[in-house]
C-alpha cells in the first residue's frame, strides 16, 4: 500500500457522531470509517441490499441511491442520484438517503417507476434494475415533467445487458410529456403499420392500468434536517483504523487543516480518490472535506466570466453554463458551449451529480474532458492558502508533470473562472472514446481561434489535447505558425503536417492505440476547421473577401452529436382472438421476479445473509501471460490484520486438477499460462483484509514466450484438441466437384460477457464427512457441485450448489464460475468455516 | 434483576488480558465478560461445538470438558473434568482447556474412549456422548488404571437418555482393571450360558481390534504455563458491561477488597453464584476469585482435626479425608467417614471438582449435603478480615435465617475445621433424594452420639438436618431430652415422639411433600439408631451390662449403600454362520454417526453458525394454571438492551390458531390454560437480552379456577373430545354373556420426555414470497412446517424444514417443538433477519 504522508492526526481528538437519515430513519453512526463508502454501509450495516455492487468505480450504476440534502448555498433541498459505491459514508452528515426500498415494496405498494420497469419487461436478470429505478427516481423527485431525452439522459450511468434500453424505455416513455401515449395501437406513434402481416403487436402493458405518479405521496425530506439548517457548524472529524476525515466549519478551518496536513487530499465527490484508494492501493491518512465552506461552492459573474468555486458539482457548472447560454449573446457562450458540449458525455449523471469541477485539475488528470476546454479557453485559476492567494492561467505550464500541478502542497485550489468568448473568436471541444456515454476518453481536445476583426486572418489559435501526454498539452508549435493565415484549406494542409508533427507518439506511449490517437488530434482539427469554416460562413456574409465554404458532403461534421429519438419496438405475433384469457401460451408476460428486482427485494448471491463466523478469499493471480513461478513470497500477507490462512496447490484435499475438460488447475502448480491465471488465495476475516494481504503477495517468475494472438496459436501449433468441425460426406470429392469455391477468413475478437454481477460464491461447510453447501453465482450447478467435490475428494452428493438468481451471466458464468467457487470450497473445507469471494471491491 | 450492592468498581482499572489455552492453541481475550461461562466462550466464540449445552445448571454433564492447572499448592498438574456451562471464562486464567475436539477426530484419529463408545452402540441421540468421552478422559488423564467402580463414578454428572448406561459401560469396562475381557464369549464373566437358547451373543466388538490407551500419545499440558507457574502474582481484573471480576494476589490483598466492596460475592466453582445469576435473575456488580489465596486453599492437620482452606474443593476435601481414614484409627475417623459417604451423592465428579467446602456454609443452603454434618460433628469455621480473626463454631445459631448467616459482610470464611471423632462417638449422615445420585436431597441429616465410657449411657447426642426448615436445624429438645438414656428400644421409641414433634412442618412449608420429609427425620434416625447399636455391639462385646442387638431382618439398614456392579448384557440372535459379512441383516450395526457424535463433529441445530445480523427470542409464558390476560406492561422490556420488538397474537400475519389439533394459539389471546402457555415473545439482539427483557414483561391475570388432576378434568367433564375407544361389536352384550367381568382403575403420572437437547429453532427469511428455512429440533418435520406456513399465511412449499439430528426427543418434539418453532417463524417473518430460539440458559 502507497501511504502519501507522514503525519498522523491528533490523537486527543475525539470522533464525532456521524448522523445521517436512510429512507426516513435517522441513523447515528459512532465509528464512521472514512475508507467505508455508502454501499457497504447499506448492504452490510444496514441490510438495505437492494442497492448493488457492479464495478465498484462509479461505471455501472447498480449502486445508484438517491441523495437529498438542504443546500445552504442554493437555499433550497437538492435531490440527486449518486453511486453509492464512491459515496464516502463520511461525506453524507445531515443528508437523507434513499435507496430502492424506501420508494415501495412488494408487501406495501410498488412506486410507479418500479410497476413500469417491471410490467414493460425492462427488468430481466434484475441487477441493473434498482440503480435505474433509483435515477429515474431522483430525476422525477426534483421535477415530475422532463421530456423523453431529458429521461434517456437520467440513465447514461447506468448499464444493462439484458434488455438493451428499449423495454425499459418504453415503459418510462410513459413519464414523458413528449412520451407517446403508450397504447402502441391505431395513431400511437408506436403503431405497426406494415400491411399484410400476420396481426402483431408490441403492446406489453396497458398504460391505463398504471398507478399514477403522484408527488405527494413520496417521502418528505427528514424535518430533523430542515430544522438544523441555520445551526452554526464545527469542525466534523471520523476517525478510522487509518484514516481520518476532518470536514472544516469554514475557509479559515479549511487552510488551517491543510497548514496542518499538507499532504491531505481534499475530497468532494471521491469519484477520483475513491478509485485510486479501492484499485490502486493508495492509503491517505487524512481527507478534508470541503463540503461546508462558502468560497468553494459559491458561483460569481464577474466582468470576464463566470467564477465556480472549485468543489461545485459538475452538474452546478451545467446548470450555470445552461442559464448563461440562455441568456447571453452566442458570441459571448463560445466557450461556455463547449463545456456544456464536454459534459453531455462527461460519465454519467451520478458522477456529474457528485464530482467537482476542480478535481480533474487538482489530480492533473491526462485525459480530462475539461482540462484541454480550460486550457485552450485560457481559463484562470484562484489559488489560495493561509498566507497568500494568486491567480494563474491554465496555461501549458500548469501541469508540471504526470499528476502534478504548480499549486504548493499547503495551496488549495479556491475557484475555476470560465471565461466569456469575444466577438470574432470560435471554440470548440472534442472527445472519442470507445463507448459515447459513460466512458473514458481516448483523446480529448479544446480548440479556440480568434481572427482579426472582420476578417478571416487568424490572430490567435490554441491548440490543447488530453490523452495525448502525461499532461494535457497545447500544439505550441502549431499554433504559433498558423497566426496570421487564413482560414482556408492551406491552413488546413499546413495545420494537419504540423500536428502530425508535434502530436507523434512513441509506439509504446502508454494509453496503447499510438496511431489512432494521433489520427484523433487532425480529425478533431478537421472538425475544428469546418466548424469554424461553417461559423465564418455566417459572420462574414457580408465580407467579400471570403469564398470558402463548407462542402455539402462535410456538412455533418460541423453538427453537434444527437441521437435520434428511441423508438423501436419490439413485435410479437398476438394470440388469437377469443383465447382463453387463462391460457398464456403466446402472450408476453412479465419476468416472475420483476417486481421483486425492481424493489430490491429480489436475493442475489451476495445478498445472503452474512455467517457470524464468514471467512473472505481473495486470489491471487498471474501478471505474466506466461511464465514459471519460481517463488512465492506472502510473508508480508501474513503479517497483515486479519490473515488467516494462504492457499496453494498443496492445500486442495482432493485433486488440483479440475475444469470441465479437466485440463486446468485450481491453483497452479509451476507454471501460469495467462494474465489472471489463478495461483493462490489469502483467507482472511474481512474482504478488505483479504484483498489487502493477497496485493501483498510477491510472486517471482521467470517469463516465457507467450501466445498472445491467434496467429501465434496457429504458428505453433498450439490448439485446442479435439479441433472442433461439422463435416458430413467425402468433403475432398465435394469440394473437388462443386461449381464455385469460395475461400477466405474470418476473424473474431474477444467478447466481454460483461454480466454486471461479478462472481460470488459463498461456501458452507456443514462440518460432517465434507458435507458443504454453495451459493453460488453460476450457469452451470452440476459442474460446480462435481468440481467442488473433487477438490475436496468427497463423493458429489455431499456437495449442494444453490443458485436462486443471476445478475447476468451470458456463458461467462459456465465454466469461470467454476474456478472461483472450486478454491472458496477448498478454503471453507480447510477452515471450517463458511468462506465467502466476491470478485469486487466494496 | 436484583442487584445486590451498591457499590461500583473504580473505573480507572483497566481491564487485564485473559490468557488460556484451549487444546493447545493459546487464547487472549482482552474483553473477558465476568458474566461469561466458558461454555458460550467455547461454542460461540471458539466455534467448538462439540460441548453441548444441556440443563445450564451443572446437572446433565453434557458440556463436561477437562481443566488442567498448576497446582502451586499441590506442586503438580492437576486435571479434572468441570461443567462448562457454570465455569467462569474469568475463572480460567493460567488454564488450560481440554474439549472433546482436543483429544480425537474422525479426520485424524479417534481417541480411544471416543472409539470405544461409538463402537458399543454407546451413542444413540449423541448429545451426551461428548460429556461422557471428557468425563471418563479427565479420570484416564491424571491415572490411566482405575476400578470399574471408579469408571462408573466418574460419570455421575453425566446423564444420558437413550441408552440407559448399559451399551457405554459395556465399552468403557475394557478400561477397567477389573473390567472382563469384553469377549462375552466363554468363559467371559459376561457368557450367556442359559441352555437351550437360540445362539445369542452380547459381542457388539472385539476388544482386541480397539486401539490401547497411550498416555504419551494425550497432548501435553501447554509448557508456557508450567513455565510461568513460580511468577509473582499480582490482582488481576476483567471488566464485563455491569460486573466487575478481581482475582487478587493474595489474603491481604482478598481482605482488602472485601472491606472495599463488602457486599461482593466471592467466587470459587460458581455452582451456586452462576445458578442464581442464570436462572434467579440475581446481579453481583462485583466478583473476587480467591483461587491465589494460599490460605483459602490449604489443608492443615491440627490437634483436634483437619481445617481446610475455604476454598479447598471437595475433591480435595474427599481425598484428604479418605488418606486420613487409611492411616488413622478408626474411632477418630467418624466424621470423616461421614462426610465421605455424604460426598459421595453430592452432585457429580465435575461439581465436586470445583465446588468450595465453603460454599454450602456461605450461602447458607437450607439443603446442603454437608452442613447437617459440620453442624452435628461441631466443625469450627475461622473467620477473618482486614481487622479481626475469630472462630465460631457451626451450631444452631450459625445461620441467622433464610440464606443468612453471622459473618458480618467485610469477614470471609477462611477455613473449615472438621474435627476427629472420640472413642465413645459415633457418627452418621443421611440424604434422601429423588434419585440417589446428582440429585438435589429432600432431607438430609448429621448425627452424632458420644456415650459415657464403656457404657451405652448418651453423654451427648446432636442431630442435625437440611431440607426441614429455611436453615439447618439441630434438634435441640430431642437432644436434650435423650442425655442420660440407654441406646435401646425405649430411647427409639422416646426419640422418635420427640423428633415427630420437634420436626413438624406446617401444611403448606416450602419444598412440599411435608409427610414424606417428617418421616424421613424419623427413618434416618431409625437407620443411626440401629447403625450405633450395631457399632456398640462390637465396641461393647465384652461389656455385660449390654445386651441389646440388631435383628438380622434391620441388619442392611446398617450398611451404607453400594451399587451392585453393573453386569447385564444385551443379547441377540447371532446370524446364520455363513453369512455374507456384506450382509448386514441382523448383525448388530453401530449408529452411523456414532463416530461423530462421539468426537463433538456431529452438528446439531444450535451447532450451525451465526448469522452475523441472527436475532433471538424469549417467550413470555403464563405463571397461571387458568387466567384471564388482564394486561401486559412491556415497558420495562422495551427499554432493555438490545430489545427489537414485542411479539403477541395480533403481530401473527395469518392465523393465530395453531396445533397438530387445530386447538391451540400460538400466542394467547385472552386466556391461559396452563402454566408455561405462551403470551408473548421478546425479539432481542442476543440470547442473553431477549431473555432479559422477556423477564421484565409483567402480566395482570384474574385468576380462574384451574383443572390440575384427572380427577378434577372427570368432575367438570373436561375431556379431549373425540373421547378415544377401541370398540368392537356389541359391547354391552359381549359383558352381559360374560363369564367374568373384571373392574378396575388405573393411574398413570406424567413423564418428563428429559431430551436433553432443549428445544431449538432457526428460522431464516429468504426475503422473497414469504420463503423461509427452518432449522429446528424436531421430531415432527411436517407439522412444523405446515404450522410455520399457516401462521405466516403463506403456502406450504414456501417452507422448508431441516432437521439433521436431534438430542433426544422422545415424543416431546412431536407437537410440542411445534409451538415453538411457529413462535420463531413470526419474529423472523417480522423481522426480516434469521431468528433463533433457544430454550436454555447459556
Redesign the interface.
Known sequence: MVTCQQETPDPHNLADELIFFVNGKKVIEKNADPKMTLLPYLRRKL?LTGTKLGCGEGGCGACTVMISRYCTFQQKILHYAVNACLAPLCSLHSASVTTVEGIGSTKTRLHPIQERIAKSHGSQCGFCTPGIVMSLYALLRSTPQHSMEEIEDAFQGNLCRCTGYRPILQGFRTFARDGCCGKTGKGCCMEVTEENQAPTSSALFDPSDFRPLDQTQEPIFPPELLLGRDTPRRQLVFKGEDVTWYQPSDLSDLLNLKAQYPNAKLVVGNTEVGIEIKFKNMLYPVIIAPCWVAELNAVEHTEEGIRFGAACSLTTLGDVLQKAVSDLPPYKTEVFRAVLEQLRWFAGQQIRNVAAIGGNIMTASPISDLNPVFMASGSKLHIISNEMKRTVQMDENFFTGYRKNVLKPHEILLSVEIPFSEKQEYFSAYKQASRREDDIAIVTSGMKVVFQPDSHQVEKIQLSYGGMAPVTIMAKDTCTALIGREWNDHLLQEACRLLAKEMSLSPGAPGGMVEYRQTLTLSFFFKFYLTVLKKLEMDLSGNNNFHESVLPEYESATELFHKPPTSSVQLFQEVPAGQDPEDFVGRPIMHL?AM?QATG???YCD?I??????LYLALITSTKAHAKIISIDRSQAEAAPGFVCFLSAKDVPGSNITGIRNDEQIFAEDTVTCVGHIIGAIVADTQEHAQHAAKTVKITYEELEPIITIQDAIDKQSFFLPVKKIANGDIEKGFQEADHTLEGEIYIGGQEHFYLETNCCIA?P????GEMELFASTQNTTETQHLAAHALGVPANRIVVRVKRMGGGFGGKESRSVLLSTAVAVAAYRD???CEMHAGQR
Open positions: 441490510r421476479a421483486k427485494e429480489a436475493v445478498d445473509p452474512h455467517y457470524e463466523n464468514e458452507v456443514k462440518g460432517e464427512d471450517g468455516s463458511p
